[in-house]
């Protein structure tokens, strides 16, 4: 599954919708190869499996701000959208016991490993931008400071 679908093409369907990193329901549906309805009836049957920081139900103002991002049409006239944590894509392991299910569940959590692996290394490397930064600032404010001229001396008064 990992060598037909990239990690990259997965991660490119995660997105970060309330502060929280999740895939939709279509998009998982289409990498275990099955219909949405299907894997939206599975989860409807165990929806004890996920609590709302597993699955939470898209608004329709998060659908209509998500289908400007998402090629899709169909999404923006969708009636219900799952949208599903990392918990919750592993949940859905539980669920969908297919061998093309699970090639899948192992190839979308090597995905999110290496989305936080991402986002702790640029992390990283935006702490010494920042420092750089404001090393450079201080630099530039010194050379600044050289470069104006020299404030007039006081001249005494001349005279009575």
Do not use: C, W
């Amino acid at each position: 599954m990992s060598d037909l679908v990239p990690v990259e093409v997965i991660a490119g369907k995660i997105f970060l919708i309330r502060g929280q990193k999740v895939m939709l329901d279509r998009d998982l549906a289409a990498l275990y190869a099955v219909e949405t309805r299907a894997l939206n009836q599975a989860v409807r049957r165990n929806i004890k499996r996920f609590p709302e920081d597993f699955m939470f139900v898209l608004t329709r103002n998060e659908i209509t701000n998500l289908s400007q991002i998402v090629i899709s049409s169909k999404i923006k006239h969708a009636p219900n959208v799952f949208a599903f944590t990392e918990q919750g894509v592993a949940m859905l392991s539980g669920i969908l016991n297919s061998d093309r299910a699970i090639s899948a569940n192992i190839a979308i959590m090597r995905a999110f490993v290496r989305i936080r692996e991402y986002l702790a290394t640029h992390k990283d490397v935006l702490k010494k931008l920042e420092e750089h930064d404001r090393q450079i600032k201080t630099i530039f404010q010194v050379i600044n400071k050289m470069l104006l001229p020299p404030k007039p001396k006081k001249k005494g008064k001349v005279g009575f």
